[in-house]
């Protein structure tokens, strides 16, 4: 006979097998002496498995993710859950507070990691998420958006040569994987030296909600989740087609500063030498054409009209066959419409 299951424990709350709870860790307190935490969701399942932990909002502007966890805890799916889920909707509380990406002090918490538990208010932080959920983790799920004023195609960004995210990423199903360097300081890297495997989920704007990024992220974690063995498949599909994976990718700068006209959208394949917007003055006496330099699908672009020179207006992903990627985004939007009883609860508008 099995040993039940030990309550799982954390800033001393002791969350029984079959129960779930709201952990809040202390973090800071503000000038006017108001409290902050950062609120972890718990779910202990009855039976044994992996623990997990899907994160949200590391930087303050990305709602995105929030509203993607709070779907995710209400799914039926987890009900009856094999393992442990830690779901963190906001990590970086400040800046969600204040609907900025950053800290009060202006830095970015995931370039603060691993941190540490006297320096600065980042870097406590970032220790705090550190030991408190990753080091208790076998596996993470980080929820990203663009920054203000970008918008990006859903895509998965994982650690280049790691087999097992490669094949978790193909398991999310979101329509594009990146292979991306680990950058000092950020939370994918962290984890990979406290050996927890980590998929970045990346998709949608700054501020907003965007329902297609919404669902993807949802359906992705959830499929994620029936691989570890954690949940039952009811409800969770399979991708139609496998997500297309991109060799590197680069961003399009702007030749000049001035007003532009844009002829291309996140999912579209472009070819080389293809003009992709216009850059104008306002009397539209100078106008300079915005040109792809490869091949390749826009996984992420600018919706500002006013620009300067400089300024990144197209992120391009380079495919071995951009067209197919096309095709592969509209086959898995499609999908992701055919099952509309797990979302329509949740529809935004």
């Known amino acids: 006979m099995t040993a039940p299951r030990k309550p799982f424990e954390m800033a001393g709350r002791r969350i029984a097998p079959g129960q779930r709870g709201t952990v809040d860790l202390p973090v800071s307190t503000l ?13 202990h399942g009855k039976k044994p498995g992996p623990v ?6 590391i930087h303050g502007d990305e709602v995105i993710g929030v509203e993607i966890v709070r779907r995710l805890l209400r799914t039926p799916n987890l009900d009856r859950l094999a393992g442990t889920l830690i779901a963190v909707p906001i990590v970086n509380t400040f ?12 830095r970015d918490l995931n370039r603060c990691f691993p941190g540490s538990p006297s320096g600065s208010l980042a870097a406590r932080l970032a220790y705090l998420f550190l030991t408190e959920i990753v080091e208790r983790s076998d596996f993470g799920i980080d929820l990203h958006s663009a920054a203000i004023q970008r918008t990006n195609l859903p895509q998965v960004r994982i650690n280049p040569g790691n087999e097992r ?61 029936r691989e570890l063995g954690m949940i039952s498949s009811r409800g969770v599909t399979k991708p139609k087609v496998r997500p297309v994976r991109a060799t590197t990718s680069f961003w399009l700068r702007s030749p000049a500063g001035g007003l532009l006209r844009m002829f291309r959208q996140t999912g579209d394949a472009v070819r080389e030498g293809e003009v992709l917007g216009i850059v104008s003055d306002p009397f539209g006496e100078n106008e300079t054409e915005i040109v792809a330099d490869q091949a390749g699908i826009i996984i992420g672009r600018s919706n500002l009209p006013v620009i300067n020179e400089g300024d990144a207006l197209f992120h391009i992903a380079v495919l071995p066959r951009p067209k197919a990627a096309t095709e592969t985004v509209e086959t898995l939007a499609e999908q992701l419409v055919e099952a509309q009883p797990l979302f329509d609860e949740d529809e935004i508008i």
Not at 95 to 106: A, I, M, T, V
Not at 184 to 200: F, Q, Y
């Open 52 to 57: 997990m932990f899907v994160s949200a909002a």
């Open 95 to 106: 800046g969600f507070l204040n609907q900025s990406r950053y800290l009060p002090d202006r």
């Open 165 to 225: 995210l490669i094949k978790m990423a193909d398991v999310f199903g979101a329509p594009v994987i990146i292979p991306s360097k680990q950058r000092d300081g950020s939370l994918r890297k962290t984890a990979a030296e406290v050996n927890c495997d980590m998929l970045l989920y990346e998709a949608g704007e700054g501020l907003r909600f965007d329902e297609y990024a919404a669902r993807t992220g949802v359906m992705g974690i959830l499929r994620v989740m």
């Open 31 to 43: 000038s006017d002496h108001t409290p902050v935490t950062m609120s972890a969701h718990v779910i």
